[in-house]
């Protein structure tokens, strides 16, 4: 089985990879770990720099686990709860892992949600973890 998390640093994203790589090692699933970006204007280098960094982050936590993984910086133009699922779509991922970050109200309102798009939208079981 292919297993996804969606990834962008962070104490939440460390525990997600974390839960993501022992699911992994129980069930001898492959591991993506995708950073979405939307890119164009929107993008500025040290925000791709920063994924990188992430991304290499990830790397050195699942290398000494035996997880067969991949990472993946992720630059389609589109949301990153859309480009999460049409990643999880086009590689055939039987379950996503996804960090949630606290966000007021209003800010949900205003930006909307990755993890609550993903949820409602996904066609694979999804775990989240805050």
């Known amino acids: ?5 969606g990834y962008n640093g962070g104490e939440v994203g460390e525990r ?7 699911y992994a090692l129980l069930t001898k699933s492959f591991l993506h770990i995708v950073t979405s970006l939307e ?7 040290s925000d791709i720099q920063q994924a ?8 050195n936590l699942m290398e000494p686990s035996g997880v ?14 859309e480009d999460i699922l049409l990643y999880a779509k086009e590689n ?3 379950h996503i892992f996804l960090g949630i970050k606290k966000k007021s109200r209003a ?5 909307g949600s990755t993890a609550r798009y993903v949820i409602l939208k996904a066609l694979c079981p999804v775990t989240t973890i805050r």
Do not use: C, H, W
């Open 1 to 5: 089985m292919n297993i996804m998390v």
């Open 39 to 45: 890119g164009g204007a929107n993008e500025k280098p």
């Open 107 to 111: 800010q949900k309102m205003l930006l």
């Open 92 to 94: 055939d991922i039987g």
């Open 52 to 59: 990188e960094s992430y991304l290499e982050f990830a790397a």
């Open 16 to 22: 997600v990879l974390i839960l993501a790589r022992d």
């Open 68 to 81: 067969k993984f991949i990472t993946k910086q992720s630059v389609r133009g589109l949301s990153p709860g």
